[in-house]
Protein backbone atom coordinates (compact mmCIF):
# COMPACT_ATOMS: atom_id res chain seq x y z
CA UNK A 1 0.00 0.00 0.00
CA UNK A 2 1.44 3.01 -1.27
CA UNK A 3 0.93 6.61 0.72
CA UNK A 4 -1.23 9.25 -2.00
CA UNK A 5 -0.30 12.49 -1.76
CA UNK A 6 -2.99 15.78 -2.22
CA UNK A 7 -0.79 15.73 -5.92
CA UNK A 8 -0.86 12.66 -6.81
CA UNK A 9 -3.62 10.45 -8.86
CA UNK A 10 -5.69 8.14 -6.98
CA UNK A 11 -4.48 5.06 -9.21
CA UNK A 12 -0.65 6.22 -8.64
CA UNK A 13 1.63 3.68 -7.14
CA UNK A 14 4.74 2.62 -5.57
CA UNK A 15 5.78 1.27 -9.30
CA UNK A 16 4.78 4.02 -10.80
CA UNK A 17 6.73 6.07 -8.39
CA UNK A 18 9.85 3.89 -8.66
CA UNK A 19 9.39 3.82 -12.86
CA UNK A 20 9.54 7.70 -12.48
CA UNK A 21 12.51 7.86 -10.49
CA UNK A 22 14.35 6.04 -12.88
CA UNK A 23 13.27 8.04 -16.12
CA UNK A 24 14.45 11.23 -13.88
CA UNK A 25 17.75 9.36 -12.92
CA UNK A 26 18.53 8.38 -16.52
CA UNK A 27 17.61 11.82 -17.70
CA UNK A 28 19.78 13.42 -15.33
CA UNK A 29 22.54 11.60 -16.42
CA UNK A 30 21.92 12.01 -20.06
CA UNK A 31 22.12 8.01 -20.57
CA UNK A 32 19.71 8.00 -24.03
CA UNK A 33 19.34 4.14 -24.31
CA UNK A 34 18.40 4.14 -20.32
CA UNK A 35 16.00 7.06 -20.86
CA UNK A 36 13.91 5.30 -23.62
CA UNK A 37 14.00 2.24 -21.58
CA UNK A 38 12.64 3.97 -18.84
CA UNK A 39 10.59 6.04 -20.43
CA UNK A 40 8.78 2.82 -22.13
CA UNK A 41 8.95 1.02 -18.62
CA UNK A 42 6.72 4.03 -17.20
CA UNK A 43 4.35 3.91 -19.53
CA UNK A 44 3.64 0.16 -19.19
CA UNK A 45 3.26 0.89 -15.46
CA UNK A 46 1.30 3.49 -15.44
CA UNK A 47 -1.38 1.33 -18.08
CA UNK A 48 -1.45 -1.36 -15.56
CA UNK A 49 -2.15 0.93 -12.12
CA UNK A 50 -4.91 2.48 -14.54
CA UNK A 51 -6.19 -0.84 -15.50
CA UNK A 52 -5.84 -2.62 -11.47
CA UNK A 53 -7.47 0.94 -10.80
CA UNK A 54 -10.31 0.23 -12.29
CA UNK A 55 -10.87 -3.19 -11.76
CA UNK A 56 -10.92 -2.40 -8.06
CA UNK A 57 -13.68 0.65 -8.55
CA UNK A 58 -15.19 -2.04 -10.94
CA UNK A 59 -15.54 -4.75 -8.27
CA UNK A 60 -16.60 -1.88 -5.53
CA UNK A 61 -19.56 -1.97 -8.02
CA UNK A 62 -20.41 -5.36 -8.12
CA UNK A 63 -20.33 -5.80 -4.41
CA UNK A 64 -22.71 -3.16 -4.00
CA UNK A 65 -20.46 -0.72 -1.84
CA UNK A 66 -21.57 1.95 -3.53
CA UNK A 67 -20.14 4.48 -0.91
CA UNK A 68 -16.32 3.52 -1.01
CA UNK A 69 -17.22 3.45 -5.09
CA UNK A 70 -18.39 6.91 -5.11
CA UNK A 71 -15.34 8.12 -2.82
CA UNK A 72 -13.15 6.87 -5.69
CA UNK A 73 -14.85 8.26 -8.66
CA UNK A 74 -14.71 11.38 -6.90
CA UNK A 75 -10.82 11.12 -6.34
CA UNK A 76 -10.50 10.13 -10.35
CA UNK A 77 -12.78 13.47 -11.06
CA UNK A 78 -10.69 15.90 -8.21
CA UNK A 79 -13.86 16.91 -5.95
CA UNK A 80 -12.95 18.06 -3.12
CA UNK A 81 -15.32 19.45 -0.79
CA UNK A 82 -14.57 21.86 2.23
CA UNK A 83 -15.97 20.67 6.02
CA UNK A 84 -17.41 23.87 6.05
CA UNK A 85 -19.40 24.06 3.06
CA UNK A 86 -23.26 23.66 3.16
CA UNK A 87 -25.09 20.43 3.02
CA UNK A 88 -27.82 20.57 0.25
CA UNK A 89 -30.84 18.80 1.77
CA UNK A 90 -33.68 16.91 0.07
CA UNK A 91 -36.94 16.56 0.63
CA UNK A 92 -38.21 13.31 1.86
CA UNK A 93 -34.28 12.09 1.99
CA UNK A 94 -32.30 12.25 5.04
CA UNK A 95 -29.48 11.49 3.59
CA UNK A 96 -27.17 11.38 0.31
CA UNK A 97 -26.88 7.67 0.63
CA UNK A 98 -31.11 7.60 0.81
CA UNK A 99 -31.31 10.02 -2.44
CA UNK A 100 -28.63 7.87 -4.62
CA UNK A 101 -30.59 4.39 -3.55
CA UNK A 102 -34.01 6.00 -4.61
CA UNK A 103 -32.18 6.67 -8.30
CA UNK A 104 -30.50 3.55 -8.15
CA UNK A 105 -33.87 1.82 -7.93
CA UNK A 106 -35.50 4.12 -10.07
CA UNK A 107 -33.28 3.51 -13.19
CA UNK A 108 -33.47 -0.44 -12.28
CA UNK A 109 -36.98 -0.56 -12.79
CA UNK A 110 -36.79 -1.21 -16.38
CA UNK A 111 -35.13 -4.11 -15.70
CA UNK A 112 -38.00 -6.07 -13.51
CA UNK A 113 -40.58 -5.90 -16.21
CA UNK A 114 -40.86 -9.34 -17.97
CA UNK A 115 -40.40 -9.29 -21.63
CA UNK A 116 -40.97 -12.81 -22.73
CA UNK A 117 -44.53 -13.19 -23.69
CA UNK A 118 -44.01 -10.24 -26.09
CA UNK A 119 -41.03 -12.26 -27.43
CA UNK A 120 -42.63 -14.99 -28.20
CA UNK A 121 -45.30 -12.77 -29.52
CA UNK A 122 -42.80 -11.10 -31.73
CA UNK A 123 -41.19 -14.69 -32.74
CA UNK A 124 -44.17 -16.29 -33.70
CA UNK A 125 -44.77 -13.66 -35.99
CA UNK A 126 -41.47 -13.64 -37.51
CA UNK A 127 -41.82 -17.60 -38.38
CA UNK A 128 -44.84 -16.94 -40.75
CA UNK A 129 -42.96 -14.28 -42.37
CA UNK A 130 -39.88 -14.08 -44.51
CA UNK A 131 -36.50 -13.93 -43.72
CA UNK A 132 -34.90 -10.43 -43.61
CA UNK A 133 -31.85 -10.30 -45.28
CA UNK A 134 -28.89 -7.20 -44.47
CA UNK A 135 -27.32 -5.97 -47.68
CA UNK A 136 -23.18 -5.58 -47.32
CA UNK A 137 -23.67 -1.87 -48.70
CA UNK A 138 -25.97 -1.38 -45.84
CA UNK A 139 -23.26 -2.22 -43.54
CA UNK A 140 -20.78 -0.89 -44.75
CA UNK A 141 -22.72 2.65 -45.12
CA UNK A 142 -23.47 2.33 -41.74
CA UNK A 143 -19.72 1.42 -40.61
CA UNK A 144 -18.22 4.70 -42.78
CA UNK A 145 -20.86 6.47 -41.03
CA UNK A 146 -19.76 5.71 -37.20
CA UNK A 147 -18.14 9.15 -35.37
CA UNK A 148 -14.70 8.34 -34.55
CA UNK A 149 -14.88 10.63 -31.67
CA UNK A 150 -17.87 8.81 -30.26
CA UNK A 151 -17.04 6.59 -27.00
CA UNK A 152 -16.87 2.90 -27.03
CA UNK A 153 -19.05 0.61 -26.29
CA UNK A 154 -18.76 -2.19 -23.20
CA UNK A 155 -16.17 -4.48 -25.97
CA UNK A 156 -13.44 -1.33 -25.92
CA UNK A 157 -13.57 -1.68 -29.75
CA UNK A 158 -13.40 2.33 -30.69
CA UNK A 159 -15.07 3.45 -33.72
CA UNK A 160 -11.79 4.80 -35.31
CA UNK A 161 -10.87 1.03 -35.62
CA UNK A 162 -14.49 0.04 -36.94
CA UNK A 163 -14.31 2.70 -39.43
CA UNK A 164 -10.64 1.94 -40.96
CA UNK A 165 -11.02 -1.81 -41.09
CA UNK A 166 -14.97 -1.12 -42.50
CA UNK A 167 -14.04 -3.18 -46.04
CA UNK A 168 -12.71 -6.07 -43.94
CA UNK A 169 -15.30 -6.32 -41.27
CA UNK A 170 -18.10 -6.00 -43.76
CA UNK A 171 -18.32 -10.21 -44.75
CA UNK A 172 -17.91 -10.89 -41.56
CA UNK A 173 -20.21 -8.74 -39.80
CA UNK A 174 -23.19 -9.54 -43.19
CA UNK A 175 -23.16 -13.46 -42.05
CA UNK A 176 -23.17 -12.75 -38.54
CA UNK A 177 -26.28 -10.60 -38.79
CA UNK A 178 -27.73 -12.28 -41.48
CA UNK A 179 -27.07 -15.80 -39.31
CA UNK A 180 -28.80 -13.81 -36.01
CA UNK A 181 -31.92 -12.98 -38.27
CA UNK A 182 -32.29 -16.61 -39.83
CA UNK A 183 -31.70 -18.24 -35.92
CA UNK A 184 -34.11 -15.29 -34.33
CA UNK A 185 -31.29 -15.03 -31.94
CA UNK A 186 -29.82 -11.96 -30.40
CA UNK A 187 -26.41 -13.04 -28.94
CA UNK A 188 -25.83 -12.47 -24.84
CA UNK A 189 -23.25 -9.72 -25.92
CA UNK A 190 -24.99 -7.47 -27.69
CA UNK A 191 -27.77 -6.70 -25.02
CA UNK A 192 -24.72 -5.11 -23.01
CA UNK A 193 -24.77 -1.58 -22.79
CA UNK A 194 -22.76 1.35 -21.07
CA UNK A 195 -25.53 3.86 -19.75
CA UNK A 196 -24.36 7.32 -18.84
CA UNK A 197 -27.53 9.28 -17.66
CA UNK A 198 -27.75 12.91 -18.54
CA UNK A 199 -29.75 15.89 -17.22
CA UNK A 200 -31.38 17.67 -19.79
CA UNK A 201 -33.14 20.26 -17.20
CA UNK A 202 -32.17 22.75 -14.70
CA UNK A 203 -33.44 20.83 -11.67
CA UNK A 204 -30.70 18.31 -11.85
CA UNK A 205 -31.96 16.71 -8.50
CA UNK A 206 -35.04 15.36 -10.75
CA UNK A 207 -35.14 12.01 -11.24
CA UNK A 208 -37.17 12.10 -14.57
CA UNK A 209 -34.72 14.57 -15.61
Known amino acids: MSKIYPNNKPWVTKSVKSSIQAKKLAFKHGA ?5 TATKELKI ?3 RAKQNYKLKLENKMATNNLGSAWSSMKAIAGLSYSKNSSTVTLDGF ?3 SDFANALNCF ?3 FDTFDFYIKIQEMSHKLEDNQHFNIEQKD ?4 LFSIRPKKSHGPDNICGRLLKLCATELCPILH ?3 NKSLQTQHVPKCWKD ?3 VPVSYCEDK ?3 NS
Do not use: M
Request: charged content about 20%; some cysteine; overall charge negative.
Open 107 to 109: YSR
Open 205 to 207: LCQ
Open 32 to 36: APELH
Open 193 to 195: AVV
Open 139 to 142: IEKA
Open 94 to 96: NSD
Open 175 to 177: HIF
Open 45 to 47: EIL
